[in-house]
């Protein structure tokens, strides 16, 4: 048995057009496919808490039609049973979880693979608990956890008031690139305190400071070259105090992988990182935004099951 979980709102409706083309393929029917869809955000997330609950004895897969928003929601939500697979449809924005895991194919000849050669991987995600005015349970993220210029993009690319204009030209590959640019255009530094692995780092003002599981950023921007779902550490990235100029040559750097020979760009590899702010910063969590003052995030223990091609 499959359980589909689709966000009709992903990819400004690419989502719904997948999956219209997905249930006239015959594999559908007969796979024994059971559909749900969502309605607003945190739903993914209970729907996929229930099947979960329900169905692990025998459930095949459940596939994700969405974006990497819903894929966090339903892994967040699967938590208690990690060897149940997961498979991302990607057809949201961004979708940079399936540039991380490697998926070749896309649509629906990627639908029949997973019906037809089921090929699951075991990859270490990672946990984040996040302190806004207090304490929040542990969460799973699948691609990254940013602080400051990073939420700010995350914030304005979800508020953005051209979304009509985007999904009626099929625009959505240019959301992050113009919000990018707006961000940058009123950005300031915010101050912090980072432990690494247990040590104060020196650096206490920045840019941003994002945390990765895998390269991919943003909807295919190469911001983590070293991070990869196989290993047991995070790439942690530092952007310190920086000119509006340089900030923009970092992200144009990004693409071809060289922004960290930018003398105001730190990589770091680490297995767990604390950040604190006596201010309320903006953050961002696989491309959703919010803001917090206090996030403890670390590599998590235990491996999901994630289809790949
Ligand atoms: N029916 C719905 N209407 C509006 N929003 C929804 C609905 N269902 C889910 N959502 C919310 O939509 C948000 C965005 O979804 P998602 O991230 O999957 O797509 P995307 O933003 O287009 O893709 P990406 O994250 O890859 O850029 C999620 O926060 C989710 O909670």
Redesign the pocket.
């Known amino acids: 048995m499959y359980i589909v979980i689709v ?6 409706g ?2 719904i057009r997948l999956f219209r083309k997905i249930q006239k393929d015959p594999l559908y029917k007969k796979a024994n496919c059971r559909t749900f ?8 997330e209970k729907i996929a808490e229930q099947v979960a609950e329900i169905h692990h004895e025998n459930l095949s897969s459940v596939i994700v039609i ?8 339903v892994i967040n939500g699967m938590k208690q049973y990690p060897d149940v697979p997961v498979t991302f449809l ?8 399936g540039r991380g895991i490697g998926l070749k194919t896309r649509g629906v000849k990627l639908f029949r693979k997973i019906i037809s050669h089921p090929l699951n991987y075991r990859v270490y995600l990672g946990s984040y608990v996040l302190h806004q005015r207090y304490k929040y349970g542990k969460r799973t993220f699948l691609n990254s956890i940013g602080f400051g210029l990073d939420g700010h993009i995350v914030t304005l ?2 508020e953005s008031n051209h979304r009509h204009w985007i999904r009626k030209f099929h625009l ?1 590959n240019f ?2 690139p113009i919000a990018l640019l707006r961000a940058i255009k009123n950005m300031k530094p915010i101050h912090f305190e980072l432990e690494i692995d247990g040590h104060t780092h020196p650096v206490t003002e920045g840019m941003m400071v994002t945390i990765s599981n895998h390269p991919y950023y943003g ?1 295919g921007m190469r911001i983590a070259p070293k991070a990869s779902l196989q290993s047991s550490n995070l790439q942690v990235m530092i952007v310190r105090q920086i000119s509006k100029k340089k900030l923009l040559a970092l992200f144009l750097s990004v693409f071809i992988g060289k922004h960290t020979q930018i003398r105001e760009v730190e990589e770091i590899k680490a297995h767990s990182v604390i950040f604190r702010s006596k201010e309320m910063v903006p953050f961002q969590v ?3 935004g919010g803001r917090c003052c206090e996030c403890h995030v670390k590599k998590a223990s235990t491996k999901a099951t994630i289809f790949k091609d």
């Open positions: 966000n009709p709102e992903a990819g400004h690419r989502s869809f969502t309605e607003g955000p945190g739903h993914a969405g974006g990497d928003g819903t894929l966090h929601e990607p057809a949201g924005s961004g979708n940079d979880f690319v979800n959505s959301t992050y909807g696989d491309g959703q």
